[in-house]
């Protein structure tokens, strides 16, 4: 056999041992089945559909930054949560010695009332999307989305559109919405369902540089007590929350107790009555318009 030849032959002997040496091993994680995205959205919405409203009470802490001021103004009390499907919701909040802020969303414009310096800011959901709505220290309209108990939209095509990803490492499924903005497609917001219990663990709303606005964790679920059916099987919340503002460097941890649908006649319609920012202003409260001049 020539030079050649017996080059080849090697050649090809240390192939057929490299294929038949052992796998090299997987990276910890989960590899098993997964579900569609279809099952996700429809197991996701089983669970939210019966929380078409809720009432509850929390206790937080709260580091509120005002940018125009250079201020971290820090809090800690109690208050209660209201919300009701899809878009409505109101927080308050308070110590023993007075109120310190509301905050809350009509589904069409939302507001802040820090109380302790006397300043309200409000806006409306089109001022929002107009990307310039830092100016506020929290944004109840995005806190409205992580509170992770909205339905989600089953007709899977519209806008913004869903994409399902599976974190091996994690063990999440990895759900990313997306809308067309100004050409090209953007990320919106992005959950984290827990693959055993398919209950948020993690949320992320983007601006529409695709910079993350908000990132969230939801932690100890409680089910909330329903009408009918075996207490096993009634829906479940997140009573345990953390925020994060990067852009503000404000943050928000709150925990919530004694959920239910509603208490005492709580939420009604009159719950999230914004209040009338020209007569908070007769009364020397400071208030900014979000986006009407951003000099503000």
């Given at each position: 056999?020539?030079?050649?030849?017996?080059?080849?032959?090697?050649?090809?002997?240390?192939?057929?041992?490299?294929?038949?040496?052992?796998?090299?091993?997987?990276?910890?994680?989960?590899?098993?089945?997964?579900?569609t995205l279809e099952q996700l959205v429809g197991r996701v919405n089983e669970n939210n559909d019966r929380l078409p409203t809720i009432w509850a009470r929390e206790h937080f802490q709260a580091v509120l930054v005002d940018r125009t001021?250079?201020?971290?103004?820090?809090?800690?009390?109690?208050?209660?949560?209201?919300?009701?499907?899809?878009?409505?919701?109101?927080?308050?909040?308070?110590?023993?010695?007075?109120?310190?802020?509301?905050?809350?969303?009509?589904?069409?414009?939302?507001?802040?009332?820090?109380?302790?310096?006397?300043?309200?800011?409000?806006?409306?959901?089109?001022?929002?999307?107009?990307?310039?709505?830092?100016?506020?220290?929290?944004?109840?309209?995005?806190?409205?989305?992580?509170?992770?108990?909205?339905?989600?939209?089953?007709?899977?095509?519209?806008?913004?559109?869903?994409?399902?990803?599976?974190?091996?490492?994690?063990?999440?499924?990895?759900?990313?919405?997306?809308?067309?903005?100004?050409?090209?497609?953007?990320?919106?917001?992005?959950?984290?369902?827990?693959?055993?219990?398919?209950?948020?663990?993690?949320?992320?709303?983007?601006?529409?540089?695709?910079?993350?606005?908000?990132?969230?964790?939801?932690?100890?679920?409680?089910?909330?007590?329903?009408?009918?059916?075996?207490?096993?099987?009634?829906?479940?919340?997140?009573?345990?929350?953390?925020?994060?503002?990067?852009?503000?460097?404000?943050?928000?941890?709150?925990?919530?107790?004694?959920?239910?649908?509603?208490?005492?006649?709580?939420?009604?319609?009159?719950?999230?009555?914004?209040?009338?920012?020209?007569?908070?202003?007769?009364?020397?409260?400071?208030?900014?318009?979000?986006?009407?001049?951003?000099?503000?």
């Open positions: 056999m020539n030079r050649l030849g017996i080059l080849l032959t090697l050649i090809a002997a240390l192939g057929l041992s490299a294929c038949t040496g052992p796998a090299p091993p997987m990276a910890p994680g989960y590899y098993g089945d997964t579900i001021k250079n201020q971290a103004t820090h809090i800690d009390g109690y208050g209660n949560l209201l919300y009701t499907s899809p878009n409505q919701m109101k927080l308050t909040a308070k110590n023993e010695v007075a109120d310190l802020f509301d905050m809350g969303s009509d589904g069409s414009q939302f507001w802040l009332h820090e109380k302790h310096d006397q300043i309200f800011w409000w806006g409306t959901y089109a001022d929002a999307e107009g990307g310039d709505a830092d100016q506020i220290p929290v944004r109840p309209d995005l806190v409205l989305e992580i509170l992770g108990i909205r339905s989600l939209d089953a007709f899977l095509l519209r806008e913004p559109s869903p994409v399902l990803r599976f974190n091996n490492i994690a063990d999440v499924y990895m759900l990313d919405w997306q809308a067309e903005f100004a050409g090209h497609w953007a990320a919106v917001k992005e959950i984290w369902y827990d693959r055993q219990t398919l209950l948020p663990k993690r949320v992320l709303l983007f601006d529409a540089k695709g910079r993350v606005a908000l990132w969230a964790t939801l932690s100890n679920y409680q089910r909330v007590e329903w009408p009918a059916g075996d207490p096993s099987s009634w829906p479940m919340m997140a009573t345990q929350f953390n925020l994060y503002f990067p852009y503000t460097g404000s943050s928000m941890a709150f925990e919530l107790s004694d959920l239910t649908l509603s208490h005492n006649g709580f939420p009604n319609a009159a719950t999230y009555r914004m209040p009338d920012p020209a007569k908070l202003a007769a009364s020397g409260v400071k208030v900014i318009h979000i986006n009407e001049n951003s000099g503000n």
